[in-house]
């Protein structure tokens, strides 16, 4: 059974309008729904907005569903010129941005401290969705002032969730795929952009899902563990 994490409902009503019906409960905090869409049987975990949240709900979904591969998707913030509002694009690696031991171990920012390098690597296939590199911090914000780090760590998009989940994935070996529709761009103005522009980035998500869901259900949808 494929297991979603989605932060906000608006979200997660991407997936639901196409469910067969959809049984909904609480546990440890977080709305789980579980349903069937597209043929085939899903549970949604809301997780809530920001890292934190994030990370929680991945690791429900591994220890208390035992969720053998994980699927995120929601909107984010476009940094690269590949990012333009209202396009849908498949994170091959994730990094948290806002972690910095640089100072103390000498390592690139986002760089954990049982870590090399700041990136997870996520399990990649042929896909419908061009390539991206998706920059996680728990900010949404006007300000420039982070724009060098995410430049030099070459981030296509910015969100608050999907590289936290890919922390647990990576640590408990659970498969991830990241889907964003980017609902804004970097800069000034940008959370009035978001706020105006994320109905688009909803749609886009909607629009695109049953190919979401495509790439990732079946026996093994992954060709390789690289991307």
């Given at each position: 059974m494929l297991t979603f994490i989605v932060a906000?409902?608006?979200?997660?009503?991407?997936?639901?309008?196409?469910?067969d019906g959809a049984d909904a409960r609480m546990l440890c905090g977080k709305t789980v729904y579980t349903g069937r869409a597209f043929g085939s049987a899903f549970r949604l975990i809301l997780s809530g907005v920001g890292k934190t949240n994030a990370a929680a709900a991945a690791m429900l979904a591994v220890?208390?569903?035992g969720?053998?591969?994980?699927?995120n998707f929601g909107m984010a913030g476009g940094v690269s010129e590949a990012a333009a509002p209202g396009a849908v694009l498949r994170a091959d690696r994730a990094v948290q941005y806002d972690f910095d031991l640089s100072e103390?171990?000498?390592?690139?920012?986002?760089?954990?401290?049982e870590c090399g390098q700041p990136y997870f690597f996520l399990p990649f296939a042929k896909s419908a969705f061009?390539?991206?590199t998706l920059a996680?911090?728990?900010?949404?914000?006007?300000?420039?002032?982070d724009?060098?780090?995410l430049l030099n760590l070459r981030a296509d998009l910015r969100d608050m969730e999907g590289a936290a989940i890919a922390h647990v994935a990576s640590f408990t070996g659970v498969p991830l795929s990241v889907y964003k529709a980017v609902s804004n761009r970097i800069g000034a103005d940008s959370v009035k952009k978001y706020n105006r522009l994320q109905s688009e980035a909803l749609n886009a998500l909607s629009k695109n899902m049953q190919t979401i869901f495509g790439e990732n259900d079946g026996e093994d949808p992954f060709l390789s563990k690289e991307p």
């Open positions: 906000m409902q608006k979200e997660a009503d991407a997936l639901l309008r196409f469910a220890s208390a569903f969720a053998e591969r994980l699927v103390i171990n000498g390592t690139p920012r986002g760089t954990l401290d061009p390539r991206a996680t911090g728990d900010k949404l914000t006007d300000s420039l002032a724009l060098p780090v």
